[in-house]
T-cell receptor, first 108, second 114 residues
Framework: KNEVEQSPQNLTAQEGEFITINCSYS?????LHWLQQHPGGGIVSLFM???GKKKHGRLIATINIQEKHSSLHITASHPRDSAVYIC??????????FGEGTQLTVNP | ETGVTQSPTHLIKTRGQQVTLRCSSQ?????VSWYQQALGQGPQFIFQ???????GRGNFPPRFSGLQFPNYSSELNVNALELDDSALYLC?????????????FGSGTRLTVV
């Protein structure tokens, strides 16, 4: 069993829909990252969370430390949101352990 | 403030050859971490360098080695390349002691071994 599990693996939505991607982890962490990866490989950090909730534009990330669970929400989804979304946790030092990623496709 | 720069962006090598990948860390960062991302999978931690010393290593064989230079830039070397080494290699820089705040990724080097 992976230390970081994401669901769903693939998600297809229509433009405008509300999207939720879930992440569960089984290890102690100091913080959790939500990352976005576009075709071609570059990774962009969306959020780093250690508690509570963060919001940036149409993106919202929440974390429940007791339940070892985090969610990434996208409101009013748009085709440009199509990408792979990856959950990653800081376990020791600056080492990240990654989930497998969620491939999101938003159709116009 | 520059970001993390990796070179080259793409590379094709033959099985058995050796390869060196390079990473320039973001200004003000002193820690560099390397990750391997196989197609369709999440990145896997290779190793991390802090103050020119290896500071943690993942489950990769010794033919994966690295260096960090006084300016905090870093190299990843892979000897005796195997077909399964084909992957996207990502470098990330950070500042030690900040709990990962400002963790910044490069765009990666896509290595193909034929």
């Amino acid at each position: 069993k992976n230390e970081v599990e994401q669901s769903p693996q693939n998600l297809t939505a229509q433009e405008g829909e509300f999207i939720t991607i879930n992440c569960s982890y089984s290890v102690g962490i100091s913080a959790l990252h939500w990352l976005q990866q576009h075709p071609g490989g570059g990774i962009v950090s969306l959020f780093m969370l250690s508690s509570g909730k963060k919001k940036h534009g149409r993106l919202i990330a929440t974390i429940n430390i007791q339940e070892k669970h985090s969610s990434l929400h996208i409101t009013a989804s748009h085709p440009r949101d199509s990408a792979v979304y990856i959950c990653a946790v800081f376990t020791s030092g600056s080492r990240l352990t990654f989930g497998e990623g969620t491939q999101l496709t938003v159709n116009p | 403030e520059t970001g993390v720069t990796q070179s080259p962006t793409h590379l094709i090598k033959t099985r058995g050859q050796q390869v060196t990948l390079r990473c320039s860390s973001q200004s003000g960062h002193n820690t560099v971490s390397w990750y391997q991302q196989a197609l369709g999978q999440g990145p896997q931690f290779i190793f991390q360098y802090y103050r020119e010393e290896e500071n943690g290593r993942g489950n990769f064989p010794p033919r994966f080695s690295g260096l960090q230079f006084p300016n905090y830039s870093s190299e990843l070397n892979v000897n005796a390349l195997e077909l399964d080494d084909s992957a996207l290699y990502l470098c990330a820089s950070s500042l030690a002691g900040t709990g990962g705040s400002g963790y910044t990724f490069g765009s990666g080097t896509r290595l193909t071994v034929v």
